[in-house]
């Protein structure tokens, strides 16, 4: 696709976003985009299903809920993008730059014998505890995961970092939690977390009190 053709549908989209005259939603389904120089690009809610992004400058862009269905971001930039609820399924990701890397995440968390000391806020009036959730020391908390990495928050067992705990939902009880080994093949760290990600088990250790 020809740099002038891209620009005017990316300057469409930005008024479309924006609600103003003039406006309409990028569609890009299919396009070429080879190499493309999308650094910083506003592409939220866009259309790029099976779209050629392979070797495409994406860092800092907008990708929020954006349609990328099918599109090869082979070799692609996504450093610092923002991919909120975008849409990666069969997306071809190979040799992209920039996705945070699971182990990463975990690599910052104190580990154990037995796994990796998490913590994790209980007992927020805008969150209703699940029934079978039993709140001691000791007690297995268990929910199915949502494994939809560009989703932050997501059913599943929700926990964080002890930073991202203490600045979050401070009015509700923190607790120290172990994700033990065996729990982490269905643990989802999404690509743009803040510090929070989600389980399907989590092991209550103790009330922490700060």
């Known amino acids: 696709m020809k740099s002038d053709e891209l620009q005017l549908i990316l300057t469409k989209h930005v008024k479309w976003l924006a609600s103003e005259k003039g406006g309409e939603q990028a569609n890009l389904s299919g396009a070429d985009l080879r ?13 790029l299903s099976w779209a050629d992004l392979s070797e495409a400058d994406l860092s800092w862009a907008n990708l929020s809920w ?25 997306a071809d990701l190979s040799g992209v730059m920039g996705l945070a890397v699971s182990c990463d995440y975990l690599s910052k968390l104190e580990r154990t014998s ?8 209980i007992g927020d009036t805008s969150f209703k505890i699940k029934n079978s959730w039993i709140i001691e020391p000791g007690s297995v908390l268990e929910e199915t995961v949502n494994p939809t990495r560009t989703q932050l928050c997501g059913c599943g067992v929700n926990f964080g970092t002890l930073e991202w705990c203490k600045k979050t939902y401070t009015e509700s009880d923190l607790w120290k939690c172990l994700l033990r080994f065996e ?3 269905d643990t989802i760290v ?9 389980c399907a088990r989590l092991t209550l250790i103790e009330k922490v009190i700060l």
């Open 114 to 121: 037995e796994g990796y000391i998490v913590y994790k806020r």
């Open 190 to 198: 999404p690509y743009n977390t803040d510090g929070k990600a989600r």
């Open 66 to 90: 954006a349609d990328l269905r099918n599109a090869d971001l082979r070799w692609a930039d996504l450093r610092d993008a923002d991919l909120r609820w975008a849409d990666l399924r069969d």
């Open 35 to 47: 190499g493309a120089n999308l650094r910083g690009a506003d592409l939220s809610g866009a259309d």
């Open 183 to 185: 729990d982490l093949a």
